[in-house]
């Protein structure tokens, strides 16, 4: 039984430019209550967090602890 | 094997981060050292505060939420003139949650300061660990030309509960601004005088709803004899907001001349407005008002339904 | 991060608390103050800065018994009227007797209570029936409040753990099992004392929109304090009397009328209509709510359309700063406003959560559970409309008797043969090649619970609910799938989700009588106070199935009058009253 490869759309998005995971940063990724965010390595090198996991209870730490302003939530597609 | 236990790192290590060239770098610093809520942090987010980068100052006027004490407040006051808003405002947020009474040598300084954001920041930060020298420049700040300065200033001496500051909380009382005025007249709480008795019974007819709701509510605490007539009139105010605080506070009062007017609000679509009379023809207690309570014993709002049983039963069945 | 690791590492500690949210550091701080010599160790599946219910903060305390202001006798007169007088009332009075010095001792981390003008505490209402409500201006510093705490106390915090099953011995608790949801490395603790914070169920049922974690309660606590509980042999009461909530519709985040209520703010039916009057939830304003939404006058709405602007403004800034704040965002992607029309309304799926119902691990006033040495406190355990205070309470009770108890035992012996049972039963899904995901399960037990076992509730859903548990048990534990880590955690959950929607099943059948208005409204059976004025006390019986007892209601000890008893019933207004 393979399993699928289905596309969801995310209610967690960061501001590449202003994440500043290349420094060690992993704020959004430990305040997440439900453990959904990842740190990613882009194609040029640098680093930025991302969300892995559609499991989102849009409760908003990632986004009020981010000490750039890197992160913003909005409702999840299924809610809105 | 993962680490399983959370630190409790050096505090000199953690703030080699902050020597990073890279703003990001010392961001991480700024929040291991909050993260660690230990005091020898202070010093090293004092100098963080003044960091080149507005991102890292900013971090670090919200580290500071942490700790608490004179080298906090000093840090923080210092951030109040940074040219970054958002420097600023988390200073100041962050000065209204310190609980140390000695953070307040800090502070008192800039409560002579010429600049309004300093100013209002430093009377929200200094209201909370009341340091009675705090007075006289806080009614001085009441003629202030902003209207935050005279909010800020009317926190501080309420919370300060002070007899000699009523001249100025009662002159606050009849402020241009209606914000003002309502604050002045809640502050006013503490006193039994005569005069913070005048002064919120006037305030029942000022033009501002939530100012005449400020001063019914506060007669609760202040009021006397000679509030009694004003809070019947009040009992007819356009707003029932007004009403209800001023049903209210007849009952604290014991006003049982009042008791014939308030029943046949019984009557009265509100529900909110119905559960206090009900309540406080309780405490009144006089027989006569029966008739307005007894068709609802059975209601059916619960809370009117409880207050009716509970008022009836304290009137007796004669 | 996230690849399946092979370890497994063993630790001993006087005191093991289980969840880090609301009653877990409450309970480490008490524990470490009473017995400074204690190894106490805080463990969390989260990272306990956000961890929990209270992850983003609370607007305010709904159940405060300050002096002055309410009795611990009103309280607890309130407490038990409004759950059909099934109530332990030790418990209940002891928290009102003890939670203002819990309320002082928060204020000293730095947590706000609002304060009048003159800085006294500002508890809204003011008269004989008592007053509860103590808003929470700044409520968003709790957990960082609390997390400084913690630090400066130096507490021992294992963060990114879940505690899979509780291991017991000599006739006690002995310590947990826990495995790493980053890496599936196994830890084994050893304990003379473990207190559970775990929180609600939440994860039960399925919300209408469709979406797992949609829910009302934080979706993390999905259960596992009652799943542990149970599979460890302690007393669980009354599971059949579920939490149901009002709630914005799709938002699924608490409407809060009893924010808006003081304010002059209520619940409508379509009509513009108030229906139902009442500040405080109870299973019979349920089923009014429910009875409005089935009738030609639904949907049912939150009206504040009438009030004043200042007054809409207040409400506004109060509901949403704190809690839930992405709520605004919601209100504004619908392109609704408050001043402009009424907001709609629903009831949320079924949860266990004793902070506003009554269901849970059975504890007494000491938060001891049936099994010596085990503790439980919060949403979790079964001490009635608990809400958020009553978890710091209780748990503070829960800190200071496992520091006393650690004094007279040792840590006692359990079968190692446990701990590999358990680690064969956890990594099970990662040892197969391809299967069903966790989700799936997920979704098919919640979408069951929603199916049969939703009140009103019949006899006949509900046992076709159990013949599908149990296929749906059968796939998980021979077909379930996980790839990773985190994919691992996720079929841990799913598991507790499927025990507890087991045990709500197994005590919805087992009281035929109706209870609690719609939390457990059994079409077929009436109320009967004569067989079922009684605690159900669920455990797991020899076969491994749910088993089943009653237990009296502890005789009270503040006394309800004959006419007092009615308080929560008849809440339908008898004609409509139009909106003033």
Known sequence: MPLAHTATSVPVTIDDEKCIADKGCTVCVDVCPLDVLRIADLADGSKTAYMKYDECWYCQPCEADCPTGAVTVTIPYLLK | ?318 | MDEILDGLTQIDCDILIIGGGTAGPMAALKAKRKNPNANVVLLDKAHVKRSGAISMGMDGLNNTVIPGFATPEQYTKEITIANDGICDQAAVYRYAQECYGIIQELDSFGIRFQKDQNGEYDVKKVHHIGTYVLPMPNGDTVKKALYRQLRKARINVINRYMATRLLTGEGRIAGAICVNTRSAEFLVVRAKAVIMGLGAAGRLGLPTSGYLYGTYENPTNSGEGYSMAYHAGAGLANLECYQINPLIKDYNGPACAYVAGPMGGFTSNAQGERFIECDYWSGQMMQEFYDELQSGKGPVFLKLNHLAEETVSEIERVLHIVERPTRGHFHSGRGTDYRKQMIEMHISEIGFCSGHSASGVFVDEHARTTIPGLYAAGDMANVPHNYMLGAFTHGAFAGEDAADFIGEVDFASFDQGEVEAERARVLAPTKRDDGIPPNQIEYKTRRLVNDYLQPPKVTAKMELAQKRFAETREAMETQMYVRDAHELMRSLEAASILDCADMAAAASIYRTESRWGLYHNRVEYERDDENWFCHTILTKGADGAPAHEKRDVAPYMVEIAEDEKDAYYKQRVGKSVAAE
């Open chain 2, 1 to 318: 094997m993962t680490a399983l236990f959370e630190e409790f790192s050096d505090i000199d290590e953690l703030a080699e981060g902050l020597e990073d060239d890279a703003p990001g770098g010392r961001i991480m610093a700024v929040i291991d050292l909050a993260d660690s809520a230990d005091p020898a942090a202070i010093p090293y987010l004092a100098k963080a505060i003044t960091d080149e980068d507005a991102g890292v100052r900013k971090q670090a006027a919200q580290a500071l939420t942490d700790f608490d004490g004179p080298a906090t407040a000093a840090a923080l006051v210092g951030a109040l003139g940074d040219g970054d808003a958002a420097v600023r405002e988390a200073a100041a947020i962050s000065l209204t949650e310190l609980k140390d009474p000695a953070a307040g040598d800090a502070i008192l300084p800039a409560l002579s300061s010429g600049d309004e954001f300093t100013l209002t920041s430093a009377l929200a930060g200094i209201k909370e660990l009341r340091r009675s020298e705090a007075m006289t420049p806080a009614s001085a700040a009441l003629t202030h030309m902003a209207s935050s300065v005279r909010i800020a200033a009317v926190g501080v001496i309420g919370w300060l509960q002070d007899e000699t500051a009523l001249d100025a909380l009662i002159q606050a009382a009849s402020d241009a601004e209606a914000q003002v005025r309502r604050a002045a007249l809640l502050a006013l709480g503490f006193s039994q005088s005569e005069a913070a008795n005048a002064a919120l019974s006037a305030g029942l007819g000022d033009s501002d709803w939530q100012v005449r709701e400020a001063a019914a509510e506060t007669l609760a605490k202040s009021g006397g004899p000679g509030s009694v007539a004003p809070l019947i009139t009040a009992l007819a105010d356009d707003y029932w907001q007004v009403r209800l605080k001023a049903v209210r506070s007849l009952g604290k009062l014991g006003a049982r001349e009042a008791a014939m007017q308030i029943g046949p609000m019984m009557e009265l679509p509100i529900p909110n407005l119905r559960k206090e009379c009900a309540a406080v023809l309780g405490e009144l207690a006089v027989p006569e008002t029966r008739q307005f309570l007894d068709p609802f014993s059975d209601d059916s709002d619960p809370d009117v339904r409880k207050n009716v049983r509970w008022a009836l039963d304290r009137i007796g069945a004669d």
